[in-house]
């Protein structure tokens, strides 16, 4: 796998942009006696850009400075009769209402009184519930293939989970917090909306060298942002009126690592992620720019595979151990003991079991499973494919339908990535030529990005003949492809076609939603294809549908396909 991250941020000081992080800073100013004190000039200005804001106190003391950027910031009060504050070093987070008490003692005006902020630890003025990463501690937390999700664990409440979630289709794993379900959370870059919508679930996050810190409201946060769960609020780094670079590489790496305890081998391992980020000024106290860059190249998988496969006993009919009930299908009560008869098994699946899926080498039902090629992992793990592939074969199977990883989730095909997963697809149709199979290749929208530049790659790099596509049209749609043109351009290598529908990027019964199927049933005519065509309607919006969905869909079919 490869993916690429450029990310580029400017910021106006003059005029500030809609999409920014913000915070809020304000206070109250008094003598040494404890009096409140009116028409103060307070002037806020950034450390780091120069961005100046002014203001005065009213009658009860209070000035206050909403919606400014983060960052370091300077305050400077001035009074006639007292002498000059300067409180600095002030830093300044996302979501953030910071509440100061300065207090100002009689002198001249020129006469200064230099002060050292810290930001109050409980914020007075708010009563959310937050907690901010840092950019130190993005650096130097050890973080997994650096992704700035791993820290927001380190908030109250929150665990990173995989319950909930769609295995190898979502951008990250799930966040639940305070036990809400992963698909409430809101997350928020740069103050603009940055949540998968299709899952409901984290995107892609901003590696630590483009973001300045991220927040965390876990509760009473803000009735704007909609959801139970959390609002995690992310803020990439802005250029200074000073030049500041950076370059990085981590290497991880088969001959580097030990073995774990429960593995049999160390499995082939490669990954190799490198960049840099640079920043500074444009035009000093002005206009300032940023750019962040990195690359992630991983071949294999650093750990094996856990399958679930039958008992001794249980390939004998023994499900004694098991809790739930084996119900007979003829007589619709339970097997006595949970037992099956002998008689009862049929023979072809008593061998197949044996000669194709192994016992379990772990416990009682799991089989731990290496794979032993660094490049099929594009695919599926080499062991299991061709147990899988033999498994199929004997079942009289005529197609084997496989789904891999996008080579990039943004549309910027990386050539090597996509020449070792043209080459891996190739090796495993020929596999399943030889056992009479046909190898059908199932998309997923990534692969459409950029009008369908890694998709268009990848069967011009496949065998005709060998390699076919299953192509899934509901996903063409979401990536904005007109698919009854890609199938006119490529219909002699479409085996099948996956029918979904879509409604504001949420799937719903097929014919409920907005993909128009009319031209794609004209363009089959026309060719006079024949092929399958396949509806799914499983799980629709939170509920079990059923024959109900399934009725439709097949109305749907016949009424725009004619058949």
């Known amino acids: ?230 609002v995690v609020e992310l803020s990439t780094r802005s250029g200074s009126n000073e030049f500041h670079w950076s370059l990085f590489e981590f290497l991880r790496n088969t001959k580097l690592n030990a073995r774990n305890f429960f593995q049999l081998q160390r499995p082939p391992f490669k990954l190799n992620q490198f960049g840099g980020a640079v920043g500074g000024p444009i035009r000093r106290d002005r206009t300032f720019f940023f750019a962040s860059y990195q690359r992630t190249a991983q071949r294999s998988s650093p750990s094996s595979i856990l399958v679930t496969t039958p008992t001794e006993a249980q390939r004998r009919g023994d499900f004694s151990r098991v809790p739930n009930p084996i119900i007979d299908p003829l007589t619709r009560q339970q097997f006595p003991g949970n037992i099956i008869p002998a008689n009862r098994i049929d023979p072809i699946a008593a061998a197949i079991l044996d000669r194709f899926v192994p016992l379990p080498n772990r416990g009682d039902e799991f089989d731990s499973l290496q794979n032993q090629d660094v490049d099929d992992h594009l695919i599926a793990h080499g062991d299991l494919l061709d147990g899988v592939m033999r498994t199929a074969s004997a079942l009289g199977a005529q197609c084997l339908v496989l789904s891999g990883q996008a080579v990039s989730t943004t549309g ?41 530049a890694e998709m268009e790659a990848l069967l011009e790099q496949t065998q005709t003949g060998l390699v076919w596509l299953l192509m899934d049209a509901g996903h063409v749609y979401r990536s904005r492809v007109d698919f009854a043109s890609f199938f006119q351009r490529h219909q002699a290598r479409i085996c099948g076609i996956h029918l979904r529908d879509f409604r504001d990027d949420e799937q719903v019964i097929l014919g409920q939603g907005a993909v128009n199927l009319g031209p794609l049933a004209q363009a089959i005519e026309a060719n006079k294809w024949r092929g399958w065509l396949l509806a799914e309607e499983e799980r629709l919006s939170g509920l079990k549908l059923g024959e109900v969905a399934a009725g439709a869909a097949r109305e749907h079919i016949r009424r725009v396909f004619g058949i």
Not at 29 to 53: I, K
Not at 135 to 146: A, E, F, K, T, V
Not at 429 to 452: D, I, K, P, V
């Open 412 to 452: 910027d095909v990386e050539a090597k990535a996509l020449r070792r997963k043209a080459d891996a697809l190739n090796r495993v149709a020929e596999n399943c030529e030889a056992l009479n199979l046909r190898l059908a290749y199932h998309n997923h929208h990534f692969e459409f990005e950029s009008n369908g």
């Open 1 to 230: 796998m490869a993916t690429k991250v450029c990310l580029v941020s400017s910021l106006l000081a003059a005029c500030l942009a809609n999409a920014q992080s913000t915070t809020h800073l304000g206070g109250t100013v008094h003598d040494t006696s404890g009096a409140l004190l009116p028409d103060v000039d307070v002037v806020c200005r950034s450390e780091r850009t120069g961005l100046t804001r002014t203001t005065k106190t009213n009658q009860a003391g209070i000035f206050r400075f909403a919606e400014i950027p983060i960052g370091v910031y300077e305050l400077v009060l001035t009074h006639q009769g007292f002498q000059t504050v300067r409180q600095g070093e002030i830093q300044l987070v996302t979501a953030q209402i910071v509440d100061l008490n300065i207090t100002m003692q009689v002198g001249q005006v020129t006469e200064s009184v230099g002060v050292t902020a810290e930001v109050p630890l409980v914020q007075t003025a708010s009563a959310s519930l937050q907690a901010s990463i840092t950019q130190r501690q993005m650096q130097d937390l050890p973080l997994n293939g650096r992704n700035p999700l791993q820290l927001v664990a380190l908030t109250a409440g929150a665990v990173i989970t995989r319950t909930g979630t769609v295995g190898g289709q979502q951008d990250n794993e799930g966040l639940s917090v305070n036990g809400q379900r992963v698909t409430q959370n809101n997350f928020r870059l740069d103050g603009s909306n940055y949540t998968n919508r299709y899952f409901n679930s984290v995107p892609v996050m901003p590696n630590p060298d483009t973001l300045e810190e991220f927040t965390v409201q876990s509760g009473n946060y803000s009735a704007r942002t909609a959801g139970s769960g959390a």
